[in-house]
């Protein structure tokens, strides 16, 4: 159990819909990372946030964007979704940028 | 290129041998992760090295800074470590501080 939850665990949408993912950060987390990782792959980076500010992202189009909220957790949003967002989205906490990662059970998209 | 190259990408194993994963990275990277991640996704990290060796049940996590390299050891494997091995470089990305990722090691422990 890392504290780090994230929802839905799983989703099916239809190519040129919206999604969002959440995720609850661990307690005293305030930096939270997502990433993406697609079938046999390695995980991606897409966008870090401190003190609910970006302050970096990967190499990803801005139709993915993102929240952090003042209690830490966080949204990770999806706009005109396409067959290739199919993946498992991670979120990950730390408590300093990066430092002693706690990863969630990620959700899974699948965009049909 | 990727920062981070892991090997090897398959690994079986009978219970009870001695496994080692291997990762290089490049320079830029200042800590290194390894991780596992079991079918259905969820990660969980096993170690963060910068420096020396960590050891932790029968698992153990060595890093060389100037040869860049770091191992993974699993003592007296058995079917339940089973899983994807990943190893995870900590990368400074302007003001953010990004983990890379090698491809992943696919180990089976057959009993």
């Known amino acids: 159990e890392t504290g780090v939850t994230q929802s839905p665990t799983h989703l099916i949408k239809t190519r040129g819909q919206q999604v969002t993912l959440r995720c609850s950060s661990q307690?005293?987390?305030?930096?939270v990372s997502w990433y993406q990782q697609a079938l046999g792959q390695g995980p991606q980076f897409i966008f870090q946030?401190?003190?609910?500010?970006?302050?970096g992202r990967g190499n990803f189009p801005p139709r993915f964007s993102g929240l952090q909220f003042p209690n830490y957790s966080s949204e990770l949003n999806v706009n005109a979704l396409e067959l290739d967002d199919s993946a498992l989205y991670l979120c990950a906490s730390s408590p300093v940028r990066g430092l002693g990662t706690f990863f969630g059970q990620g959700t899974r998209l699948t965009v049909v | 290129k990727n920062e981070v190259e892991q090997s090897p990408q398959n690994l079986t194993a009978q219970e009870g041998e001695f496994i080692t994963i291997n990762c290089s990275y490049s320079v830029g990277i200042s800590a290194l992760h390894w991780l596992q991640q079991h079918p259905g996704g969820g990660i969980v990290s096993l170690f963060m090295l910068s420096s020396g060796k960590k050891k932790h049940g029968r698992l153990i996590a060595t890093i060389n800074i100037q040869e860049k390299h770091s191992s993974l050891h699993i003592t007296a494997s058995h079917p339940r470590d089973s899983a994807v091995y990943i190893c995870?470089?900590?990368?400074?990305?302007?003001?953010?501080?990004?983990?890379?990722f090698g491809s992943g090691t696919q180990l089976t422990v057959l009993p």
């Open positions: 946030y401190y003190r609910e500010e970006e302050n």
């Open positions: 995870a470089g900590l990368l400074s990305s302007g003001s953010a501080r990004q983990l890379t």
């Open positions: 307690s005293g987390h305030n930096t």
